[in-house]
């Protein structure tokens, strides 16, 4: 079917009306509506959070390997947020607010969280998704874990700790949403 730029405007505005009345009628319900994400040139949502690589990991002030080193991190798991694309190349923010720029290769798709960075309380791991559940350890502010699913108010996580002597101890369990950096409020997955 051939159309005319006036026949295709047409059509654009029509689906654009359409969609803003769909969004519209799901805010009056109360129903949670999620944002309309940016996609970047890679396909993706933008932004997004991902985790470092390897280690350690050069973060340059431009996308490319000719702008400056700003920092390097020097563990790998390490959560950050990708905020836009050039390229082949990420910029990114960590939970500090800093910003800077990685290539895609130093990114991977894994969720890995910090317990409320900033806070001085300690946050309850739990067994179950409900604040009656036991607790399993409480979890200092800025502790990195493994996230595994969050269904809008509660995320699972596995928690290491590294002592100085012996082996390394893991936990599961549940931590609410909001008590970690590295997911988005309401946001599900598993």
């Known amino acids: 079917m051939l159309l005319t730029r ?5 059509q654009i505005k029509a689906i654009l009306r359409a969609t803003i009345l769909v969004v519209a009628t ?28 390897s ?15 700003a920092w390097v991190y020097v563990k790998a798991g390490t959560p950050v947020e990708i905020i836009q694309e050039f390229d082949t190349w990420r910029k990114i923010r960590d939970a500090d607010g ?11 798709g894994k969720r890995a969280g910090l317990v ?16 009656k559940a036991g607790v399993r350890a409480w979890l200092t502010p800025s502790f990195r874990v493994d996230i595994k699913e969050c269904d809008g ?15 390394p101890q893991s936990f599961d369990g549940w931590v609410h949403q909001g008590d970690l950096w590295g997911v988005y409020k309401d946001e599900a997955f598993d």
């Open 98 to 108: 800093s910003e800077g720029w990685l290539h895609q290769n130093l990114l991977q």
């Open 116 to 131: 409320s960075p900033g806070s001085t309380e300690p946050v309850a791991l739990r067994r179950d998704p409900d604040d």
């Open 26 to 53: 799901l805010a009056g319900t109360g129903l949670p509506v999620a944002p309309l994400a940016a996609e970047g040139p890679s396909g993706l949502p933008l932004p997004r959070f991902v985790t470092t690589r």
């Open 6 to 10: 006036r026949s295709h405007g047409r």
């Open 153 to 167: 108010k509660w995320c699972k996580v596995i928690a290491t700790a590294h002592p100085v002597t012996g082996s």
């Open 55 to 69: 280690n350690p990991i050069n973060v340059r002030v431009g996308p490319g390997t000719k702008y400056d080193v």
